[in-house]
C-alpha cells in the first residue's frame, strides 16, 4: 500500500515563502516520478510541478515557474516544493502525487496515488 502524506502548509504574508515536504511509502520511491498539484476553491485541481524518479527533469507550470522550486531526496523517500514571493492567487489545498512511472507528467489522470493534501492560504 502506499502512502503520500504531505506537511508544510500554513499561513503566510504574501511575498513570503512555504516548503512544502511529501513523504512517500510503500514502494521503490527512486523508481517513480512525483508531482505536485494544488485546488482552489471552486477550481479544478491543477499541476504545480513534475519531477523524474532520478530528480534530473523537472516541469513547472507556468503560473509557479521562478517561484517554485521541486526537488527530492531518494535516500529519504520526501519530495519537497520550495515556494517564494507567494500571492494570495496560490491559496489552495496542495497535494502531492505518485505515478506509475519514472519520467515526469503534467497530467492529473497519469498520477496513480495521491495524498491527502495541505492547505496554503496567502493573506494579502
Known amino acids: 500500500q502506499v502512502q503520500l502524506i504531505e506537511s508544510g502548509g500554513g499561513l503566510v504574508q504574501a511575498g513570503g515563502s512555504l516548503r512544502l515536504s511529501c513523504a512517500a511509502s510503500?514502494?521503490?520511491?527512486?523508481?517513480?516520478?512525483m508531482g505536485w498539484f494544488r485546488q482552489a476553491p471552486g477550481k479544478e485541481r491543477e499541476i504545480v510541478a513534475s519531477?523524474?524518479?532520478?530528480?534530473?527533469?523537472?516541469r513547472y507550470a507556468d503560473s509557479v515557474k521562478g517561484r517554485s522550486t521541486i526537488s527530492r531526496d531518494n535516500g529519504k523517500n520526501t519530495m519537497f516544493l520550495q515556494m517564494n514571493s507567494l500571492e494570495p492567487e496560490d491559496t489552495a489545498i496542495y497535494y502531492c502525487?505518485?505515478?506509475?512511472?519514472?519520467?515526469?507528467?503534467?497530467?492529473?489522470?497519469?498520477?496513480?496515488?495521491w495524498g491527502q493534501g495541505t492547505q496554503v492560504t496567502v493573506s494579502s
Open positions: 519531477i523524474s524518479g532520478t530528480g534530473i527533469t523537472t
Open positions: 510503500g514502494r521503490i520511491f527512486s523508481s517513480y516520478a
Open positions: 502525487a505518485s505515478r506509475g512511472a519514472p519520467y515526469v507528467s503534467m497530467t492529473p489522470k497519469e498520477y496513480r496515488y
